[in-house]
């Protein structure tokens, strides 16, 4: 169980990605008070998380009612997770996030700042395509009740992560500025290639029974 969780818990780290997800946050929620912040970073969380954990305990069996195979569904999750791991090593993922992020303050209007945390926050910057395939996927390797409580401990463990990260948001801008933040989402990007690449392998190993 603690290898499905550390797999799950980096998995769902990467993709989730906290530390891209922080500065993002930090220039959305730019002129609103700390309470404001925290208000906003706790229902973005909760939302994120409530919306994986359907998808986690349902996904399997929306796949049935499609009539999808669950390998098929490994292979364009493992694709789309590589495609997302590509724009983090070469910072296109980052710089949509940010066009994201100016287009939403570009419309805002009024006095008061906006409440983002259902968007983009919690959809579909937190729980984006990538993290429902994620999880999905995480789901399908856990047996029985205990795999499945492991892979909702390791969600539960990256969404406090990415909580905190909201809430420590613009302090950590300060402390560590773009360039780290760029280093560290390069690095994340290469590790999510390998685990999209090991989905990917395992997707063509269950359709053609190698």
Do not use: W
Not at 3 to 11: N, P, W
């Amino acid at each position: 169980m603690l290898d499905l969780f550390l797999s799950a818990f980096i998995t769902l780290f990467v993709v989730i990605d906290p530390p891209g997800c922080a500065p993002i946050y930090a220039g959305l929620t730019h002129g609103a008070s700390p309470a404001q912040q925290r208000s906003m970073a706790i229902r973005a969380t909760l939302i994120a998380g409530l919306i994986l954990v359907v998808f986690a305990l349902f996904g399997e069996d929306l796949l049935g009612a499609l009539h999808i195979e669950l390998d098929s569904f490994r292979l364009a999750g493992g694709l789309m997770l590589f495609l997302i791991a590509l724009d983090m090593v070469f910072e296109r993922r980052t710089q949509r996030r940010e066009q994201r992020a100016e287009k939403v303050i570009a419309e805002h209007e009024g006095p008061e700042v906006e409440d983002v945390s259902v968007f983009p926050m919690a959809m579909p910057m937190l729980a984006g395509p990538g993290a429902i395939a994620s999880v999905m996927l995480l789901e399908s390797t856990a047996q029985g009740l205990e795999g499945t409580l492991t892979v909702l401990a390791a969600l539960a463990a990256v969404l406090v992560l990415t909580l905190l990260a909201l809430i420590a948001a613009s302090p950590l801008m300060k402390l560590f500025g773009a360039r780290v933040e760029a280093v560290i989402t390069r690095l994340l990007g290469v590790l999510l290639a390998a685990l999209a690449a090991q989905y990917v392998i395992d997707g063509l190993k269950g359709s053609f029974g190698v």
